[in-house]
């Protein structure tokens, strides 16, 4: 299974020209399996659902979008792993040349642009929260069958009239178990939910999706475990993981622990699904916003995974009321020179 970019890919390379200092948004469109994030997204991270969902739900999160416990993925999952000291990637060069060498990266997350926030939301619910029918519509059988403990109200990236990704982020902060869904409509105001595709997370363990199969992004990835968070970056002053980012050609392959690709182009100079980029150690970054310092440790430590296809240098994050735009838009003069690539295995093709 292999899909196309369309309209949201379309869409992100028309708002990465956008430059107004007043939003970090410029959504990296696409779908699942094919193209970015798409678009700017609805509620903040962590976002309460208030009472929602169905049958007397207990959908709650807290205000400071924490994960209320719940740790994402061990110590030693790939996207917790300090890559700092890992070897530079023999094809680091081209790599870096086909997603943009003097191109600037983008925060792909923020408050509020265009009437939307901008990012990737998610909810944290109880584990009480009801389960409710999941009507996967076109990858059903890469999917997680439901029912999936979603919100009635649960933030969908976009917002409720979005035609982008519409990407849907349920963390069960007592069993923690993250659930994510592409492209999901609520059906009889959250009765259920339709969606292309979805997955489903173990977060307590080193979880990966079957080879072949992709996720709720076209890396076959999790995409909240890519995301900076407000709480992590202001709150705490600490990013523990790699991030999510996006380019606008990808190759026909993957490297683990991803496990899908999207798209048809064999060349080997061309960035797989899965590839990890590390900001280079003697980058200075200390005439930046303190936010992005953070960020900056983040991208020397734990680098960023190429999770979809969308904008290049499009970094992911959750929409939050309270992050400074404009402090966020220090990462808009990094350009991609300052980043090199490590080896982290080989290729795969399915």
Known sequence: ??????????????????????????????????????????????????????????????????????????????????????????????????????????????????????GIPYVVVAGSQPPVPIDFVAYGDESDPGPYPVPTDAPIEGG???????????????????????????????ASWEADSGAIWDLKINDTRPVGWTSADAAGLPILPGLARYDEVVEAGFVGHALRFTVSESQAGFIAPASHYASSNTSPNVPPM???????????????????????????????????????????GAPDSRWDDEQLGDLKTIVGDAFEVVYTGDVQTN
Not at 180 to 189: C, G, H, K, V
């Open 160 to 190: 409720p009239q979005s035609d982008g990704d519409r990407h849907v982020l349920v963390v069960d902060r007592d069993e923690c178990l993250l659930y994510e869904l592409y492209r999901a409509f609520p059906i009889n105001d959250g």
């Open 1 to 118: 299974m292999k899909r196309t970019i369309g309209w949201a890919m379309t869409m992100a390379l028309a708002l990465a020209g956008c430059d107004d200092d007043s939003s970090t948004s410029g959504g990296t469109g696409g779908s699942a399996a094919s193209s970015g994030t798409g678009g700017s997204s609805s509620g903040t991270g962590g976002s309460s659902s208030g009472t929602g969902g169905t049958g007397g739900s207990s959908s709650s999160s807290s205000s400071s979008g924490s994960l209320e416990g719940c740790a994402v993925f061990p110590a030693d999952n790939p996207w917790n792993t300090d890559i700092s000291g890992y070897d530079v990637h023999p094809n680091s060069d081209a790599f870096i040349d086909s997603i943009g060498r003097n191109t600037n990266l983008h925060p792909d997350f923020g408050t509020v642009w265009n009437g939307a926030p901008i």
């Open 274 to 316: 899965g590839l990890r980029v590390r900001m280079k150690a003697d980058f200075d970054c200390g005439s930046m916003s303190s936010e992005v310092q953070v960020l900056c440790t983040a991208l020397k430590t734990y680098g960023m995974i190429v999770a979809d296809n969308g904008a290049d240098w499009f970094v992911s």
